[in-house]
């Protein structure tokens, strides 16, 4: 059964697995790539390891995710990587884009998941899975607050069979801020994903800076510039996001793992 280190120092290998979020949009890095989360993740990790004679992290870390994977691409795509490198740590945050589908069953769901879990968990020393986020103050995504409130308790209850770390970002209230997400509303911010990365970090038992700190105060928007900024997100981003699944396209089509391999930081 996998389990919470009982040192995180000992963590020496990471394999991230999942679609957009964990990818990192829209969190770019210098390269013109993305950052995200689950890499922050690796460098607090790797942070923890000794430096090897060539200066760097004794810590080798992978990313698998792939933007707009629904769960059972992940499963055939990304899952069989985790037996062939046997990390330390693997986490496992999919299933989002099957239950913003319509029609999409989030008990079914679950159950896909757990498969997949339960596979992971005899290759890995620990898998960490992640909850979905509260949508209730986000335009048309709130109608789905139901829907992913029941996936997160299935979640919730396969981790307690299985024996997983949940960051759970449902509770994480510093999400609710605008602040935590980028232009598109659907993916998070630079400092959203650095709030995901100190909350996974203190689930699994690192020392870190409080995620739900407080944000800084800002002025309120009128009514008026809510309605503009609305109507601007519904043309440039909401829109093109509907059309692209009705002609069941995916932002990820062609696009491949950005750190495919396990490769020290």
Not at 33 to 51: I, N, Q
Not at 155 to 176: K, S
Not at 235 to 261: F, I, Q, T
Request: charged fraction near 30%; charge should be negative; hydrophobic fraction near 40%.
């Amino acid at each position: 059964m996998s389990e919470l280190p009982t040192h995180t120092a000992d963590l020496t290998s990471y394999v991230a697995l999942g679609d957009s979020f964990t990818e990192g949009l829209n969190d770019p890095d210098p390269d013109g790539g993305f950052t995200g989360w689950a890499d922050r993740l690796a460098r607090l990790l790797a942070e923890r390891r000794p430096r090897t004679d060539d200066g760097r992290y004794d810590f080798r870390y992978a990313n698998l995710a792939v933007r707009g994977r629904l769960l059972d691409q992940v499963v055939a795509e990304q899952v069989p990587q985790i037996e062939r490198m046997q990390p330390d740590l693997v986490s496992f945050c999919a299933g989002g884009n099957d239950i913003l589908r319509p029609g999409s069953d989030p008990d079914e769901v679950a159950e896909r998941f757990e498969a997949a879990a339960a596979q992971l968990r005899a290759s890995a020393g620990t898998v960490l899975i992640c909850t979905g986020f509260d949508t209730r103050d986000t335009p048309v995504l709130r109608h789905l607050r139901g829907k992913i409130a029941t996936y997160n308790a299935h979640l919730r209850a396969i981790a307690d069979r299985n024996g997983l770390a949940v960051v759970d970002i449902w509770a994480l209230r510093a999400m609710r801020d605008r602040r935590a997400w980028s232009e598109d509303r659907l993916h998070l911010s630079p400092e959203g994903h650095q709030r995901v990365a100190l909350h996974a970090g203190r689930a699994l038992g690192l020392d870190v800076a409080d995620p739900d700190a407080p944000w800084p105060p800002q002025l309120a928007h009128t009514p008026a510039e809510l309605r503009r900024e609305n109507l601007h997100w519904a043309r440039e981003y909401l829109l093109p996001w509907v059309g692209r699944r009705l002609r069941g396209e995916s932002s990820g089509d062609h696009v491949e793992a950005k750190r495919p391999e396990l490769l020290p930081l």
